[in-house]
């Protein structure tokens, strides 16, 4: 039987301890609420950023968001963490490739930073990342 990589359980939170100090991770979808200028998105952006909460980018959702330099990409990007691909990312993303068949690999790896790191996922298709919830059971997911 193959042993599945233990990532750290986070117990529910209230939604105020979400912008309170607890990290977010953004997916592609929020990126590109973000750069189109949705109220919502800016909202969490701007509250994050007051209460210094760690806004993370998952480099592969960084790939598949940047298609060239703007302005706006720029001072996204400058006000996040990128966290780089790792083998430990690479890995649990692939377990929960393997567990949840019909999950998209980046949707993975946004699951996987945010085990990992205790974040909270910003997304704007929740229903992808719910599918992921059954590997990454400690994971908040919110819609933009």
């Known amino acids: 039987m193959a042993s599945r990589t233990k990532v750290p359980r986070k117990e529910e939170t209230s939604p105020e301890s979400v912008m309170t100090g607890q990290g977010l991770t953004f997916d592609t979808g929020m990126l590109i609420s973000l750069e189109r200028r949705k109220q919502r998105a800016w909202e969490?952006?701007?509250r994050a950023r007051e209460r210094h909460a760690p806004i993370t980018i998952p480099a592969?959702?960084?790939g598949e968001w940047w298609r060239a330099r703007t302005e706006l990409r720029q001072v996204i990007v400058d006000s996040v963490r990128v966290e780089p691909l790792t083998g430990r990312i690479a890995i649990l993303a692939g377990e929960a490739l393997a567990?949840?068949?019909d999950a998209g690999t980046i949707d993975a790896f946004v699951?996987?930073?945010a085990a990992l790191r205790g974040?909270?996922?910003y997304t704007g298709d929740?229903?992808?990342?719910?599918?992921?919830?059954?590997?990454f059971p400690g994971v908040r997911v919110l819609s933009i």
């Open 111 to 113: 699951m996987a930073v």
């Open 60 to 62: 592969p959702v960084l």
């Open 44 to 46: 969490v952006y701007r």
């Open 99 to 101: 567990a949840v068949t």
């Open 119 to 121: 974040d909270v996922v």
């Open 126 to 135: 929740v229903a992808d990342m719910e599918k992921l919830r059954a590997f």
